[in-house]
């Protein structure tokens, strides 16, 4: 298995792994301090657009975007602040859509273009694997850190 095919397996099984905990938790319980599972979807969503931003670009040969050029935090505060007036269920349609448009762009991706190196959405350089090496943890770590809070809620009842 080449590392293009890695890459969508491990972003495939990391939305699924959300994806399944949706349901269960409650919807207005802090995940985070100022966070509820809302705020995470959309959260993951901005990290999801700043990757087909670099796919979408390396595949047209254009240098990529940096949406996030005053660093993670800043961005992160955008990725949530921006969809603050949308529905939890858009934002759950959004979280969806986006992931399989970047599934749909990384499988158009050559598998030398995996590991080229270009300027990353944060602003260093570095290459799609790059980019995964830190997205692919960083989802199943907020996928386990919801489920901490759905195991306390059913102890609780």
Do not use: C
């Not at 298995?1 to 938790?25: F, P, T, Y």
């Not at 700043?50 to 240098?63: M, N, Y």
């Not at 759950?92 to 749909?104: G, N």
Request: hydrophobic residues 40%; without cysteine.
């Amino acid at each position: 298995m080449g590392k293009r095919e890695e890459i969508l397996k491990a972003l495939e099984n990391s939305h699924a792994v959300m994806m399944a905990q949706l349901d269960e938790v409650d919807k207005q319980r802090k995940i985070y301090p100022l966070w509820t599972i809302r705020e995470i979807i959309a959260h993951l969503s901005g990290w999801d657009d700043a990757a087909i931003g670099f796919v979408d670009a390396l595949l047209k040969g254009e240098t990529p975007p940096t949406p996030a050029p005053r660093g993670v935090d800043v961005y992160n505060e955008e990725t949530v602040s921006t969809r603050e007036g949308l529905s939890y269920d858009r934002i759950v349609r959004e979280y969806i859509e986006t992931r399989a448009k970047l599934l749909s762009l990384i499988r158009l991706m050559p598998e030398e273009m995996v590991t080229q190196k270009s300027i990353l959405p944060w602003g260093e350089e570095g290459s799609l694997e790059d980019i995964f090496q830190v997205f692919g943890p960083h989802e199943l770590q907020h996928a386990t850190d919801v489920k901490k809070i759905i195991e306390e809620s059913k102890q609780l009842q």
